[in-house]
Each structure stands twice: as structure tokens, then as C-alpha cells.
């Protein structure tokens, strides 16, 4: 898997352990860096001895995972002026622009970060690890360590702060979206429930601030008023997932209608559960409020435009993009361009401009060989280092191991009952048989 940022100063590709920053203004101004095994122990690095780059070591916390640099979790500040990733070695390491990217703080996490998130007055970074934690960690003092802010009692999937910093939404595997208030987020201020599987992205509609987005494994988009936890409206992406799934659901139910059993119905069941659209990407445009995602396994990128009325909020579906496969990443920039990433090795990156005509919104594909603007160039200049992704391309998805399998034991306990109790039926009416036969034995 593979990631693409955008911002203001520059975008950024995110392939494994190494990444590769832009400039937007100058696309020869180019920053490269690939993640190293901190080199000192203690509290400084808490991976233990250093090993030479590109080797895997242990992770003390998890034996079975090799630690290789690999980048879990990256963003920009909302100005463009902060970027940082946190890795698995457990070192979150933040860069400023205005110092031609140079490293300004590293230090270590207390456990695997799976998403990161700046505060708009971009003084505190917050860090959501496995364990269901968020951690804030000052910009202003790197020396500081982190403060824990929140605690989930599964793993945390996203994380994402209101405009005004008032407030910080977490979503976790177990369906639930909380909205904790800042400073003090030991005080909730609400719960967004309705998902029946794990929530897997969040995102704050740019012109709409009191409205989240949420997608899940449960094969739905949906959208809340955070502040009170109530449920705007729900997208559900069944029908687009169906034409990929379709044929694989009916050798399930073929194989169930012949055989009868139980064990296949659950089984089937699992599947449909599994088998459900997964959202893994949600972009939302700056000016037309309109909300771009990706699903699992599924080559559709689909765009709605969201407006709210007194009467409430509509979702419109605008179109669907066909990416050829399902993309690693998207997002769109300050032009309200979309950036779309594939894992295609002749053209990873496919770039579309937004316009509006006659209250109509259309989208053009960009042709990076009939234009000299700088977009045009920086398509060109990622498009040829085909090079830089050849470690995403074999990488499953983070996704595709989160549902809940859920099987109905009720139907195989049943089944068994009545087995058990066709045998008792049996032996009890041979048993009858065999006597009379010997008590007529006795009596000749």
C-alpha cells in the first residue's frame, strides 16, 4: 500500500518505509527520506540496540512483528507548514516547511500509531496508537512527553479535530465514533452510533464544521451532527459493491441450496459479512462540498455533493470514477483537484480538475503532456518514478483483516439437539422391539 498527501507547500508519496516530498511550487525543490532504527536505548529509543538499515528486528511489545521503518500513519498540518509520520519503530518525527524540511522533533510513542492529527492552531499533534489510546504531544516543546488524552477499549482506527479545536473525534473496531472535548476530553460530549462494523475513516466537511463524515466496513457513508451525536444521513454503497461481488455471493448460495447444511449457511453468512464495501479513503473538497471515497477491492471511486437546507442534508451522487483498480490513496489539494494513487506501474497517479458550469459540476482528466503548469509536472515527475513503489504493490490492504467474523452457533447447537434427540428415539423403540421379542420367546 501506498499513501498521497497534499498540501499548500507540496505533496508527499508514502511507500513503506520511505517517502517523497514535492514542492508545489518548484518541482525540482525535492525532499527524500527513508526511516531508520533509532540507534541509541532507553527512553530514546525504545527498540534497544542498533541493527544495520533495512534489516527487521523484533519488537519487544509483539515478538511476531518485524520492525522495518514502515510508515503507519502521516499528515500535514491544516496550513501545510507541519508534516509528520510515525512509524514502527515508534518514533513520530515532525518537519517544518519554512525550514526547507528539516527535521524540527523526534521522539518516541509508547506504542504503534495508527493515525495522527494536527489541532488547528498547529501547537499540538495527537497520535492514536492500537491499543485505543490518543496521546497530544506539544510542537511548541518537543522535550515534553506526551499526555494521554483518550482511551478506547479497542483498537483506534482515526482520528480527526473540529475546526475550532473544541472538540476530537475517535473511531473505533467496535462500530463506535466518540467525540471527546478539548482540553478536558476526559468529559465526552457525545457518541455517534449506528455502524454495525468497524469505523474505518473520518473527515470534517470543510464548509459544513459541525458535520462529520464517517465511513466503515459495514458498507456505509454516513453523516452526523458530532456536537449532539445525531445521524444527518446514510449512503449506502451495497449497490455499487454488488456487480464485483455478485458472482462469488452465488456460488455461496448455490452450494447452500444443495447441501442443505447448516455449517455452509454460516458460513455463508461470514461471507456476506466479509464481503460487505469497505470504505478505506474519504477526501472532501474545499469548495464545493464535495466527498470522494474508495472502497476495498473495488476499482469505483464515487463523488457526492452535500448541501443542508433547513429541511436537512442531501447527498447527491455526482459519478462515478472507474480508477481500473482500487486506489491506494486519494485526496484533493487547495485547487480542489482530485489526486487519485494506483497501484498501476504505468501511470500510479491520475489527477482530475473540478469546475462548475451552469450550477453543474464537471470533471476533467488531466493530460499531463498537453499542459505546463506546475500540476501537470509534478504528475509527470511521481508517474516516472515508477521505481518508488515497487515495495507498495504486494502490501494488503490494513483493512481487510478488521471484520468481525460472526458466526451463528445457535443453528449448529439446534442441529446437534435434534440429532441427539432422533438417536435417543431410535435405541429408546429398538430397545422396546428387542424385549418383546424376548419376553415371546419366553412364553413359547
Not at 526547507?100 to 493515525?115: F, H, K, L
Amino acid at each position: 500500500m501506498a499513501t498521497l498527501l497534499c498540501s499548500k507547500q507540496a505533496v508527499v508519496c508514502i511507500s513503506r518505509n520511505k517517502f517523497t516530498l514535492i514542492s508545489t511550487s518548484n518541482v525540482d525543490k525535492i525532499f527524500e527520506h527513508s526511516r531508520k532504527k533509532p540507534t541509541s536505548s532507553g527512553s530514546d529509543g525504545a527498540e534497544g540496540q542498533s541493527s544495520e538499515q533495512g534489516q527487521p528486528t523484533a519488537n519487544e511489545g509483539d515478538p511476531q512483528h518485524l520492525s522495518n521503518g514502515q510508515i503507519l500513519a502521516s499528515n500535514f498540518s491544516p496550513s501545510g507548514r507541519y508534516f509528520a509520520v510515525c512509524d514502527d519503530y515508534k518514533q513520530l518525527t515532525v518537519w517544518e516547511a519554512k525550514t526547507e524540511w528539516e527535521s524540527s522533533s523526534t521522539r518516541t510513542v509508547s506504542r504503534r500509531c495508527i493515525a495522527l492529527a494536527f489541532n488547528h492552531k498547529e501547537d499540538t499533534i495527537y497520535v492514536g496508537d492500537k491499543s485505543g489510546d490518543v496521546y497530544s504531544y506539544s510542537l511548541n516543546n518537543p522535550t515534553e512527553d506526551g499526555v494521554l488524552l483518550v482511551g478506547h477499549i479497542s483498537m483506534l482506527l482515526d482520528v480527526v479535530v473540529s475546526q475550532d479545536d473544541r472538540f476530537i473525534m475517535t473511531a473505533d473496531r467496535d462500530e463506535k465514533i466518540r467525540v471527546s472535548c478539548l482540553p478536558n476530553s476526559y468529559h465526552i460530549q457525545t457518541f455517534c452510533l449506528g455502524h454495525t462494523q468497524f469505523v474505518s475513516r473520518l473527515a470534517v466537511l470543510p464548509n459544513l464544521p459541525n458535520v462529520l463524515v464517517s465511513g466503515s466496513g459495514d458498507g456505509t457513508v454516513r453523516f452526523w451532527n458530532y456536537i449532539e451525536g445525531h445521524q444527518l444521513h446514510c449512503i449506502s454503497l451495497d449497490s455499487t459493491h454488488q456487480e464485483r461481488s455478485k458472482g462469488d455471493s452465488a456460488v455461496v448460495d448455490s452450494e447452500t441450496g444443495e447441501n442443505g447444511d447448516s455449517a455452509s449457511s454460516s458460513v455463508a453468512k461470514v461471507e456476506e459479512q466479509v464481503d460487505r464495501p469497505t470504505v478505506t479513503c474519504i477526501a472532501c473538497c474545499r469548495t464545493h462540498n464535495i466527498v470522494a471515497v474508495s472502497l476495498l477491492n473495488n476499482p469505483s471511486v464515487l463523488l457526492y455533493q452535500v448541501t443542508q437546507s433547513n429541511s436537512g442534508l442531501e447527498c447527491v451522487q455526482l459519478c462515478t470514477l472507474d480508477s481500473e483498480v482500487s486506489p491506494w490513496s486519494l485526496c484533493f489539494d487547495d485547487s480542489d483537484q482530485l489526486w487519485i494513487l494506483r497501484p498501476v506501474e504505468a501511470q500510479p497517479l491520475v489527477v482530475y480538475s473540478l469546475s462548475e458550469e451552469s450550477g453543474n459540476i464537471k470533471l476533467t482528466k488531466l493530460d499531463p503532456t498537453t499542459s505546463t503548469s506546475n500540476t501537470s509536472k509534478l504528475i509527470t515527475k511521481i508517474n516516472d518514478n515508477t521505481q518508488f513503489f515497487k515495495d507498495a504493490y504486494n502490501q494488503e490492504s490494513f483493512y481487510s483483516t478488521l471484520h468481525k467474523r460472526q458466526i451463528d452457533n445457535m443453528g449448529h447447537y439446534l442441529e446437534r439437539k435434534h440429532q441427539r434427540e432422533e438417536f435417543q428415539k431410535q435405541k429408546k423403540e429398538a430397545g422396546q422391539v428387542k424385549g418383546q421379542g424376548s419376553k415371546k420367546q419366553k412364553t413359547n
